[in-house]
């Protein structure tokens, strides 16, 4: 289980699977160095990112799905961790943003759907929506992508969200954390949280 939470009432996490860029985005919105890596699976426990007079805290959860040299159970372990992390920190996580890579999503969803299996992803947005966390699906490496369109509304078609993608704007924000465009994702995560009567945070984002 992971541990070392700071206490602070209102949380925005950052789930998705290894390598698709949830670290590259902290960085961007806080400016602080959260490790990122070609190599997938650097992340291994959560990264808080809190304020000292802020009852806000922003957390890069580990990524899980396939990270060469770690072993089947290790990452088993690790998704296990997150779901039981977000589970227990419902009631405080106001926005659960999903990354994921634009590049490779619709594919690996697919292979995981052709076998039988409820892909991580399509899984993982479900698991937000029944807990009742509003989400963005935070859809990364936009920049190496051909068709924006055609992908983003693959990306809704797979998360069950009927096109054209224009029409979920609050919820599938197209971004390229690498080059620090993410206007979609702040503008898709201030939404929740004005709806939610927290303006006091919208200086975060
Ligand atoms: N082309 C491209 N690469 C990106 C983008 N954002 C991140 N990357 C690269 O993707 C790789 C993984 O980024 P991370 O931010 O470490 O990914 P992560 O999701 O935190 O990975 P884990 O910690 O393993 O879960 C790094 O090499 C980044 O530079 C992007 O918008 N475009
Ligand atoms: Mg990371």
């Not at 925005?12 to 400016?31: A, M, P, Q, Y």
Request: hydrophobic fraction near 35%; proline fraction near 5%; charge should be negative.
């Amino acid at each position: 289980m992971f541990e070392g939470r700071p206490d602070r009432s209102a949380e925005v996490v950052f789930c998705g699977r290894s390598n698709v860029g949830k670290s590259t985005i902290l960085r961007e919105l806080t400016g602080h160095d959260f490790t990122t890596g070609k190599k997938p699976g650097v992340t291994r426990s959560p990264g808080h990112y809190d304020w000292v007079s802020e009852d806000f805290v922003l957390t890069d959860l580990p990524g899980f799905g396939f990270m060469s040299g770690v072993p089947e159970e290790v990452r088993e372990t690790i998704k296990t961790d997150v779901v039981h992390y977000i589970e227990d920190h419902a009631d405080e996580i106001l926005v659960g943003v999903l990354v994921l890579d634009g590049k490779s999503a619709v594919d690996i969803i697919d292979r995981h759907a052709d076998r039988g299996e409820v892909p991580h992803d399509v899984e993982l947005f479900h698991f937000l929506q029944d807990v009742g966390i509003p989400t963005v699906v935070a859809v990364n490496k936009m920049d190496k992508v051909d068709d924006h369109d055609e992908r983003l509304n693959a990306v809704c078609d797979r998360l069950g969200l009927p096109s054209p993608w224009q029409q979920w704007q609050d919820t599938v924000a197209p971004v390229t954390a690498k080059r620090g465009s993410i206007t979609p994702l702040t503008e898709a995560v201030r939404t929740h949280l004005h709806d939610q009567r927290r303006d006091d945070l919208l200086k975060f984002f």
